[in-house]
């Protein structure tokens, strides 16, 4: 069964950088690209940066974070990540992130009903 696993998130100032893991479990994470989300309190979830599978060449990024996140994998531990910067307080939400096993994959064609696995989230609040 897959399984995806989100951690990393706290509390920090505006200005402050935090890591997020997301770990895959029961499957290879290697065959799957890799989607971020966020939702904030009261907003619909918003996808935030895709990954590639295999070798992650490809990513994508919305543009409220172009710029200050990165997303990575390191297809040896089974995990994807997302490391983010410039933190704001507008960035504060929940974050989650989902596997999907497409070659071509990216923030224009994300499909819903592909997502084949969700973590449970991960919850980021940035202070001013």
């Known amino acids: 069964q897959l399984q995806l696993a989100e951690s990393g998130g706290g509390l920090v100032q505006a200005g402050g950088s935090l890591r997020l893991t997301c770990a895959g479990s029961g499957f290879t994470l290697n065959n799957y690209a890799i989607a971020w989300f966020r939702q904030a309190p009261g907003k619909e979830r918003e996808a935030i940066s895709t990954?590639?599978?295999?070798?992650?060449?490809?990513?994508s990024y919305a543009d409220s974070v172009k710029g200050r996140f990165t997303v990575s994998r390191d297809n040896a531990k089974n995990t994807a990540y997302l490391q983010m910067s410039d933190l704001k307080p507008e960035d504060t939400g929940e974050y989650y992130c989902?596997?999907?096993?497409?070659?071509?994959?990216?923030?224009?064609?994300?499909?819903?009903?592909?997502?084949?696995?969700w973590g449970q989230g991960t919850r980021v609040t940035v202070s001013s």
């Open positions: 990954i590639s599978r295999r070798d992650g060449k490809v990513t």
């Open positions: 989902a596997a999907d096993p497409r070659t071509l994959f990216s923030l224009e064609n994300i499909d819903y009903k592909l997502l084949e696995a």
